[in-house]
């Protein structure tokens, strides 16, 4: 209403307003107090709550909530629900059973003062349905909102209609149980953040406290904490250093094998833990389908763990941090645990979805800051919340794609798989990715290739150094003999503080020091395994540097086909979950995996003079060589010792192999030949063999410098030489 439209009456120039004039300027019912929202947004979940036939779940985003903008989107979910008489005499069993999701993209919003209309198109998620309009009703009355009136109307159908009372001012709900091992288990268990505490921070930023439960509120996820279900897991064994991936799989399949309920559900693990074996590890994913329901089937996508002992979090403390330093160890402790979490929701890393300057949770800071494409720095510019197509998924996403234990990790979030992959590139690249491999593998016999970086620049140039997909810096393509191209999916997804790496310029007096190189196992990952057919493959990978993609080459390889009937029944008993994951796991001593372990030693100890047994045997003898351990009552116990010997003996055949090739076979292993020489000089230490291990890297040493491998890895071993 415009006032300046309005005639000033006399009683209002005095400073009295009578109540004739009052009407004239508030033209409202005497009940007009009843239109007031008193209980704030309508936004969040409605349910019809229907006892029996079809259901509805309705999520309606139509208005901002606090640091989160709204999506203005509506969406939901059917359901049905049967009653069964399982056993005569007794009550009846009901069942509600999910049908399917769809969402509507851009809903027309019709305010009025006392409810809301929505219209729209709606788009079904899976499956064929007629083109289908919708209309929603939102009242409010006396400060009580809802039910909201839904009419779906299909073309050509029945219209169906539902009454939904407003559930949750959160569009999701989830439980997270946090078990703690003994070694942390000290204040601050969980992460709290005043938003001001750092003085590098958004000049807009809005102050407030964040913890686990107002960041994924703010994103519209109701969390519960099971704070009075926490475990506390007894790490102090004195032969026990760190977590393996191994062990954490094992911790995995024991608590989700125990696990009550069915999956797909809404419910999370997460386990804070002291140490990663791999130092720089601050976070990880679990994304392996445990045991619950048969080994290897789902669910995924269901835990996560946090390392307290890493250096990000050294200036820890319970309370008040003192000064930026304190502040920033408890927004990265925030960081890991809103980011780790936020994988469980098949939300991938930004620049995996091409979003490489997102200001976003599952965006690296130090990634951002590195790219040139990215204006400032990270948490000089993040608002603290997740981006908005982020938001859309959270919220409105495909269910089964969201919730955990429903559809494996990134589907859907990824490139388009189409030819374009394979496509030849364009323009000048400061970076030579490059994929180095044989040529032909036998069937089963592990696929191991090698990436290399190259420095084209006239200058020297900065990567990370971290290769391995689990990182999340290069993704790795393949295109299958039958024409579909899929995307290697790691097992594990690692949170890691960079690694940086200057490439020196190509005519360096130091030879070899314009590139890096490392060897990537790509046989078994969340797609199980990827060269399970013979004929002819081809794989590309693009590596993430500052927010620019940069394409390797198309390398093609052959997967050879079973010589004889003996070797088909070995490979149907080879493609299975527990040999895939105890190969990937550099071999496991966990119960669950037992079959695949004992299938794989076999192999390795029939076989050992062809490359699958070699290649196997070199694979899993990791495991062999340390101490396993398992949580055995809340007690993280040793239940197999280390056994160095027996690695060593597992690992000879592959060493006699790498020593025969000649010429480019050769060449192609010698990142390999390298990586195992340094781990059986680690076993032959243990068992107080210096001189026989000096032996061996010295061999190793002078094997490679006949190959032509240059002077920066020559100069590493001679370093490892020395310290024997």
Same mark, same amino acid.
């Given at each position: 209403?415009?006032?300046?439209?309005?005639?000033?009456?006399q009683?209002?120039?005095?400073?009295?307003?009578?109540?004739?004039?009052?009407d004239?300027?508030?033209?409202f019912?005497?009940d007009?107090?009843?239109?007031?929202?008193?209980?704030?947004?309508?936004?969040?979940?409605?349910s019809?709550?229907?006892l029996?036939?079809?259901g509805?779940?309705?999520?309606?985003?139509?208005?901002?909530r606090?640091?989160?903008?709204?999506? !203005?989107?509506?969406?939901?979910?059917?359901?049905?629900? &049967?009653?069964?008489?399982?056993?005569?005499? =007794?009550?009846?069993?009901?069942?509600t059973?999910?049908?399917?999701?769809?969402?509507?993209?851009?809903?027309s919003?019709k305010?009025t003062?006392?409810?809301?209309?929505i219209?729209g198109?709606?788009?079904?998620?899976?499956?064929?349905h007629?083109?289908?309009?919708?209309?929603?009703?939102?009242?409010w009355?006396?400060?009580?909102i809802?039910?909201?009136?839904?009419?779906?109307?299909?073309s050509?159908?029945?219209?169906e209609?539902y009454?939904?009372?407003?559930?949750?001012?959160?569009f999701?709900?989830?439980?997270?149980?946090?078990?703690?091992?003994?070694s942390?288990?000290?204040?601050?268990?969980l992460?709290?953040?005043?938003?001001?505490?750092?003085?590098?921070?958004?000049?807009?930023?809005?102050?407030?406290t964040?913890?686990?439960? !107002?960041?994924?509120?703010e994103?519209g996820v109701?969390?519960?904490i099971?704070g009075?279900?926490r475990t506390?897991?007894d790490d102090?064994?004195?032969?026990?250093?760190?977590?393996?991936?191994?062990?954490?799989?094992?911790?995995?399949?024991q608590h989700?094998?125990q696990?009550?309920?069915?999956?797909?559900?809404?419910?999370m693990?997460?386990?804070?833990?002291?140490?990663?074996?791999?130092?720089g590890?601050?976070?990880?994913?679990f994304?392996?389908?445990?045991?619950y329901g048969?080994?290897g089937?789902?669910?995924?996508?269901?835990?996560?763990?946090v390392?307290?002992?890493?250096?990000?979090?050294?200036?820890?403390?319970?309370g008040?941090p003192?000064?930026?330093?304190?502040?920033?160890a408890m927004?990265?402790?925030?960081?890991?645990?809103?980011?780790?979490?936020?994988?469980?929701?098949n939300l991938?890393?930004?620049w !995996?979805?091409?979003?490489?300057?997102?200001?976003?949770?599952?965006?690296?800071?130090?990634?951002?800051?590195?790219?040139?494409?990215?204006?400032?720095?990270?948490w000089?510019?993040?608002?603290?919340?997740?981006?908005?197509?982020?938001?859309?998924h959270?919220?409105h996403? &495909?269910?089964?794609?969201?919730v955990?234990?429903?559809?494996p990790?990134a589907?859907?979030?990824?490139?388009?798989?189409s030819?374009?992959?394979m496509?030849?590139?364009?323009?000048?690249?400061?970076?030579?990715l490059?994929?180095r491999?044989?040529?032909?593998?036998?069937?089963?016999?592990?696929?191991?290739?090698e990436?290399?970086?190259?420095?084209?620049?006239?200058?020297p140039?900065?990567?990370?150094?971290k290769?391995?997909?689990?990182?999340?810096?290069?993704?790795?393509?393949?295109h299958?003999?039958d024409?579909?191209?899929?995307?290697?999916?790691?097992?594990f997804c690692?949170?890691?503080?960079?690694?940086?790496?200057?490439?020196?310029?190509?005519?360096?007096?130091?030879?070899g020091?314009?590139?890096?190189?490392?060897?990537?196992?790509?046989n078994?990952?969340?797609?199980?395994?990827?060269?399970?057919?013979?004929?002819?493959?081809m794989?590309?990978?693009?590596?993430?540097?500052?927010?620019?993609?940069?394409?390797?080459?198309?390398?093609k390889?052959?997967i050879?086909?079973?010589t004889?009937?003996?070797?088909?029944?070995?490979?149907?008993?080879?493609?299975?979950?527990p040999v895939g994951?105890?190969?990937?796991?550099?071999?496991?001593r966990?119960p669950?995996?037992?079959?695949?372990?004992?299938?794989?030693t076999?192999?390795?100890?029939?076989?050992?003079?062809?490359?699958?047994?070699a290649?196997v045997?070199?694979?899993?003898?990791?495991?062999?060589?340390?101490?396993?351990?398992?949580?055995?009552g809340?007690?993280?116990t040793?239940t197999h010792?280390?056994?160095?010997?027996?690695?060593?003996?597992m690992t000879?055949?592959?060493?006699?192999?790498?020593?025969?090739?000649?010429?480019?076979?050769?060449k192609?292993t010698?990142?390999?030949?390298?990586k195992?020489?340094?781990?059986?000089?680690?076993?032959?230490?243990?068992?107080?063999? =210096?001189?026989?291990?000096?032996?061996?890297?010295?061999?190793?040493?002078?094997?490679l410098?006949k190959?032509?491998?240059?002077?920066?890895?020559?100069?590493?071993?001679?370093?490892?030489?020395k310290?024997?």
């Open positions: 209403m415009n006032l300046e439209n309005i005639p000033a009456s009683d209002m120039m005095s400073g009295e307003v009578s109540s004739e004039t009052f004239k300027l508030f033209p019912p005497p007009w107090w009843k239109c007031l929202r008193l209980t704030g947004s309508i936004c969040g979940e409605y019809s709550q229907q029996f036939g079809r509805l779940v309705l999520r309606v985003d139509i208005e901002p606090s640091n989160s903008p709204s999506m !203005n989107r509506i969406s939901g979910d059917f359901y049905k629900t &049967y009653l069964s008489f399982v056993t005569p005499g =007794k009550p009846p069993k009901i069942s059973i999910y049908q399917e999701s769809w969402i509507v993209d851009s809903p919003i305010w003062r006392c409810a809301v209309g219209t198109k709606v788009r079904f998620w899976k499956g064929t007629p083109a289908t309009e919708i209309q929603v009703s939102i009242p009355n006396s400060g009580k809802g039910p909201a009136e839904v009419t779906f109307l299909p050509g159908g029945n219209k209609q009454t939904c009372s407003l559930t949750s001012d959160c999701r709900s989830m439980n997270l149980e946090v078990d703690v091992c003994k942390v288990n000290s204040d601050p268990i992460p709290s953040y005043d938003t001001y505490a750092h003085s590098v921070r958004p000049v807009d930023l809005k102050r407030r964040l913890d686990i439960e !107002n960041a994924y509120w994103a109701k969390v519960d099971r009075s279900e506390i897991i102090s064994d004195s032969k026990f250093d760190r977590w393996s991936p191994a062990e954490l799989h094992d911790a995995m399949e989700f094998s696990y009550p309920r069915k999956w797909p559900n809404w419910e693990w997460g386990l804070l833990a002291g140490l990663f074996e791999n130092d590890t601050a976070g990880i994913m994304d392996a389908g445990a045991s048969g080994a089937q789902p669910p995924d996508r269901q835990g996560f763990a390392f307290r002992k890493h250096s990000w979090f050294d200036k820890l403390v319970a008040t003192a000064g930026d330093e304190q502040a920033d927004r990265q402790y925030l960081y890991c645990w809103i980011h780790e979490a936020g994988h469980a929701f991938l890393h930004s !995996n979805k091409n979003r490489s300057c997102a200001l976003s949770w599952m965006n690296y800071p130090w990634m951002y800051d590195q790219n040139q494409q990215c204006l400032g720095t990270f000089s510019k993040f608002m603290m919340r997740f981006d908005d197509e982020e938001l859309i959270i919220r996403g &495909y269910l089964l794609s969201v955990m234990g429903g559809d990790w589907s859907g979030g990824h490139f388009e798989m030819s374009s992959v496509a030849p590139t364009i323009g000048e690249m400061p970076l030579e490059l994929i491999s044989k040529n032909y593998f036998d069937l089963m016999e592990p696929v191991v290739i990436l290399r970086l190259r420095n084209l620049m006239d200058i140039i900065t990567i990370e150094e290769l391995k997909p689990e990182f999340g810096n290069t993704t790795l393509f393949i299958r003999p024409g579909k191209i899929v995307e290697f999916n790691p097992i690692q949170l890691n503080s960079p690694t940086i790496k200057a490439l020196d310029v190509s005519d360096s007096c130091v030879e020091a314009d590139r890096y190189s490392d060897t990537i196992f790509f078994y990952g969340k797609g199980g395994f990827y060269f399970d057919t013979p004929g002819e493959y794989l590309r990978a693009f590596y993430n540097a500052n927010g620019l993609l940069i394409p390797s080459n198309v390398q390889i052959r050879g086909s079973p004889s009937r003996n070797s088909d029944i070995l490979a149907t008993e080879f493609f299975t979950y994951m105890s190969l990937y796991l550099h071999g496991s966990s669950f995996l037992s079959e695949g372990m004992d299938f794989l076999c192999l390795a100890e029939t076989s050992p003079d062809t490359m699958l047994g290649k045997g070199s694979r899993i003898a990791p495991s062999i060589g340390r101490p396993f351990f398992r949580i055995i809340n007690t993280l040793m010792n280390a056994e160095p010997k027996k690695a060593l003996q000879e055949p592959a060493v006699e192999l790498y020593r025969s090739l000649k010429g480019t076979e050769a192609l010698n990142i390999s030949y390298n195992l020489i340094r781990g059986r000089a680690n076993f032959l230490t243990r068992l107080g063999q =210096k001189t026989k291990a000096k032996e061996e890297v010295s061999v190793l040493k002078d094997d410098s190959r032509g491998v240059n002077e920066v890895v020559l100069n590493e071993i001679d370093a490892l030489e310290t024997l």
